[in-house]
């Protein structure tokens, strides 16, 4: 990377750091033995559609966003976690806590870990507390699928092996933020902190003991066009799935507070994605990756002004298809899709690269 590439990613860095603010010093403290958040919904598991359990445990949060890097450029998660260390038997007393949550529910189920960080690093997830954790979870014979979110350099061997070993046979993802597949993109725009290459060694490593890849996939980090946003997620996805990735989950950003995408949203300096943008990647991506390659999306705040959005009209219409293609696979779920709004999306296209105008309707 040249001097100039680096000077660059060291001032989003600095911004980055500097919107993040006194936010992880006034995160509130949260009940040690209940996580941060749970929430089901209904998910392709295998050939079925089952119900999925998204479980964010509440820990001292991502090391990388503690850190003096800034953390990503859109994300917020850090402030689920709690302003001290949380013990390996209050881990343990949440992801009980949460499981709780599954009873009476039938099979097939999908368990999905979360930390606001990565449940890999021993520094959020102590290595007594994940073995346990893993425990619970095999001794469920409804979860037939095992999401397990962490960053890329926390995929070691020992960890893998182990989490082989104790869940068995069952279908188990490691969940990692590609992002963007542009090392340009990821580092500079996101401000991800490692590169292409190094997601894709996790990839393999994974891959050797039988561990797939859900790789989450941005559309429309801050500093790219509409155009250039739906183009790199496009390419990110075909790129994700000739790396390895078992399932491709599509992320539109939302504005969250205490990120430098806030202070460029409130500058009036960034818009989210249009759902038309996020239709036309799942369209495209869909055509162009193997059809044992999953790609999904749920977009979080689809319809407000921080989140995906288009007119206020159309919204609720065009969230409900991206999420019923996300059970499907099948692309006729986004045809036919249409409203007005439709050709300001496609002027946006056209020109926001070449005029730096936020195109955008004003929703309440």
């Not at 709004?341 to 309440?364: F, G, I, M, N």
Request: glycine share 6%; proline share 4%; net charge neutral.
């Amino acid at each position: 990377m040249s001097e100039e590439f680096e000077e660059i990613r060291e001032l989003v860095a600095h911004e980055s750091l500097a919107a993040r603010g006194s936010s992880i010093v006034v995160r509130r403290r949260r009940n040690p033995r209940r996580p941060a958040s749970v929430w089901s919904t209904q998910s392709l598991i295998g050939d079925t559609v089952g119900t999925a359990f998204s479980i964010v445990l509440s820990t001292v949060g991502c090391s990388y966003a503690r850190s003096t890097s800034g953390g990503c450029t859109m994300c917020s998660y850090l402030l689920d976690g709690t302003g001290g260390d949380v013990s390996s038997e209050n881990l343990v007393a949440q992801f009980r806590n949460a499981m709780s949550k599954t009873e009476g529910i039938e099979a097939p189920l999908s368990i999905k870990v979360y930390t606001s960080g990565s449940f890999l690093d021993d520094t959020e997830v102590s290595s007594d507390a994940r073995r346990e954790i893993l425990r619970i979870i095999a001794t469920d014979q409804r979860v037939q699928h095992v999401v397990l979110e962490s960053r890329p350099e926390y995929a070691t061997e020992p960890k893998m092996r182990e989490i082989r070993d104790i869940l068995g046979e069952r279908d188990v993802e490691l969940g990692m933020g590609l992002e963007s597949s542009n090392d340009r993109v990821r580092l500079v725009c996101v401000n991800k902190g490692f590169t292409r290459e190094e997601f894709r060694l996790a990839v393999e490593l994974a891959k050797q003991h039988g561990i797939g890849t859900r790789a989450y996939v941005l559309i429309k980090p801050p500093f790219l066009s509409e155009g250039d946003a739906l183009a790199d997620a496009v390419n990110t996805i075909i790129d994700a799935a000739n790396m390895g990735a078992t399932t491709v989950s599509v992320n539109p950003v939302n504005v969250q507070r205490h990120t430098l995408v806030e202070r460029l949203w409130d500058a009036n300096a960034y818009r989210p994605p249009w759902l038309w943008t996020v239709v036309e990647v799942l369209t495209r991506g869909r055509r162009k990756i193997p059809k044992d390659v999953l790609l999904v999306c749920d977009p979080v705040a689809a319809g407000k002004k921080r989140g995906a959005h288009n007119c206020g009209l159309c919204d609720s219409t065009v969230t409900q298809a991206i999420r019923r293609f996300s059970l499907t696979q099948d692309p006729e779920s986004l045809a036919n899709l249409d409203c007005s709004c439709r050709s300001l999306w496609l002027h946006a296209l056209k020109h926001e690269a070449l005029v730096p105008v936020v195109h955008d309707y004003h929703l309440d």
